[in-house]
C-alpha cells in the first residue's frame, strides 16, 4: 500500500474540502448563537422585572394594591372597640378601722352603746389594825356612751342606661360606693384619734419639733415604749398596730443611713420583712401588708392627716403629716347588727357588702319603672374614746422629704 499517497490525499481533502466546509457552517451559525444569546439575556432580565413587578397588574399575577380599603370601608374606619374593663383608679387604703376595738350592736337595744371602766386602785402600804374590821374599799367606775348615727346614700340608673351599657355598670359602682364609704368611716375614726391629742398632752409626745422636722428611727423606736410606760396593752399577738404614710417610709429606707439603721434592721432581723397576714379582727382571709418595727406593725396609708397649722406645721411653716399608732381599745367602734344590710367589715372597701340590684316596676315612686338599678349603702355606726382620761394612741406629726 502507497502510504504517501494516502497521506497526500487526506491533506489535500482536509485543505479543500473539510476545512471550508467547516468555516461555512460556522459563518452560518454564528447569527443563530448570537440571536440565541439575546434571547437568553433578553429572558433572564424579563424574570428580574417580572420578581421586580410581582406586586403589579403589568404581571397578572402575585400580590396586587388592596381593592378595599379604609377610606371605602365605613365599616371599619368609623368602629371603635370599648374595654369593658376600665382602668382601675387610685384609691388609699383605708385602715384606720383596724386600730379600734370593734363591737357589735344587737338589734332592738336602744340607740346608745355604753361602755364601763374600773379606776385601778391604788396601793395600800398602812398595817390594818388588829382586832378592827376597818372600812371597805369602793371603787370607782367610768362608762362612756356612744350614740348611733347613720350614714347613707345611693346611686341608680335609669333603666334605657342599665339595659342598654356595654359594661357591668352595677359592679363598677358598688366599688366606688364602697371606697366612699370606706373613705368616710376612714375620717370618722381618723379625727377621733386626733382628738386624743387634745384630751391626752401625751398623745402629741413623738411630734418633731427639731432638726428638718424629718420622721426618724428614733420616734419608731420611742412610741411602743412610750405607750408600755402608761401601762397600755398590746393591740394584736403582742404588738401595737400603726398607721403611716408611706413617704415616711421612704425617709426611713432611703435617708437614714447610719448605724443600726431602719435599713440594717430590714436586712438583719426577719422582724423588718414586709409581711402579709390578718390582722388586727380582720376578716377571714384578708390579708394586708404591713411592717414590723419595734415592736408595731405598721400599715401604709396615704389617708393621714395633713395640717398648715399644728405646732410642726408653724414651726417648720411647712405641712406635716401625721403618723398613728394605737394599744388596746384606744377607741372604739361600735356597728349595728343587720345582716341584711350593709356590712362594713375592716373598714377596707374590697371587704364590705352593698346592696344592689334591679328595681321592681311599677312601685308608688317609678309607677313608670324608669329607674332600672340601683347600688346603696346604709350603715349605723357610732365611735369614740374609751371611758378613760389616759389615751391609749399616740398621734405625731412630721414634715416627709420623700414627695
Not at 386600730?99 to 398602812?126: D, E, K, S, W, Y
Amino acid at each position: 500500500m502507497n502510504w504517501n499517497w494516502i497521506e497526500r490525499a487526506a491533506v489535500w481533502m482536509t485543505r479543500y474540502i473539510f476545512w471550508p466546509m467547516l468555516q461555512l457552517a460556522l459563518a452560518l451559525l454564528a447569527p443563530l448563537l448570537a440571536v440565541l444569546a439575546a434571547l437568553c439575556s433578553t429572558l433572564a432580565m424579563g424574570s428580574k422585572a417580572y420578581a421586580m413587578q410581582a406586586r403589579s397588574a403589568y404581571c397578572n399575577d402575585g400580590f396586587s394594591p388592596t381593592s378595599m380599603q379604609s377610606g371605602n370601608t365605613p365599616q371599619a374606619s368609623l368602629t371603635t372597640h370599648y374595654n369593658k374593663n376600665f382602668i382601675e383608679n387610685l384609691k388609699a387604703r383605708t385602715v384606720h378601722l383596724r386600730l379600734c376595738t370593734r363591737f357589735p350592736m344587737p338589734a332592738h337595744a336602744g340607740q346608745v352603746f355604753r361602755n364601763f371602766l374600773i379606776q385601778p386602785l391604788t396601793a395600800n402600804t398602812t398595817q390594818a389594825t388588829e382586832g378592827t374590821v376597818g372600812s371597805g374599799i369602793t371603787v370607782t367606775i367610768n362608762y362612756q356612751d356612744y350614740q348611733l348615727g347613720q350614714w347613707a346614700d345611693f346611686l341608680n340608673i335609669s333603666d334605657k342606661a342599665f339595659i342598654t351599657s356595654i359594661s357591668d355598670d352595677l359592679v363598677n359602682y358598688e366599688r366606688e360606693m364602697a371606697y366612699r364609704l370606706a373613705l368616710t368611716i376612714d375620717d370618722l375614726v381618723m379625727a377621733y384619734f386626733d382628738y386624743l391629742r387634745t384630751l391626752d398632752s401625751k398623745t402629741a409626745n413623738q411630734d418633731v419639733l427639731t432638726g428638718n422636722y424629718q420622721l426618724t428611727k428614733q420616734q419608731i423606736e420611742q412610741v411602743p415604749f412610750s405607750m408600755e410606760g402608761q401601762n397600755i396593752l398590746p393591740m394584736d399577738k403582742g404588738y401595737y398596730c400603726g398607721k403611716i404614710h408611706p413617704f415616711f417610709i421612704g425617709d426611713l429606707l432611703a435617708l437614714d443611713n447610719s448605724n443600726n439603721s431602719i435599713v440594717d434592721i430590714l436586712k438583719h432581723t426577719p422582724e423588718g420583712l414586709m409581711k402579709l397576714e390578718e390582722l388586727p379582727d380582720g376578716p377571714e382571709g384578708d390579708e394586708v401588708k404591713y411592717i414590723e418595727l419595734c415592736g408595731c406593725r405598721w400599715m401604709r396609708s396615704t389617708n393621714c392627716t395633713t395640717s398648715t397649722t399644728s405646732p410642726v406645721a408653724v414651726a417648720s411653716g411647712l405641712t406635716s403629716v401625721r403618723t398613728y399608732i394605737a394599744g388596746k381599745d384606744a377607741m372604739v367602734a361600735i356597728k349595728l347588727d343587720r345582716p341584711d344590710r350593709t356590712d362594713i367589715d375592716d373598714g377596707n372597701a374590697r371587704n364590705m357588702r352593698l346592696w344592689r340590684g334591679e328595681y321592681k316596676p311599677g312601685n308608688v315612686a317609678d309607677p313608670a319603672g324608669v329607674v332600672g338599678a340601683g347600688t346603696s349603702y346604709n350603715a349605723i355606726l357610732a365611735f369614740g374614746v374609751p371611758p378613760d382620761t389616759t389615751s391609749r394612741a399616740r398621734c405625731f406629726d412630721a414634715v416627709p422629704q420623700t414627695t
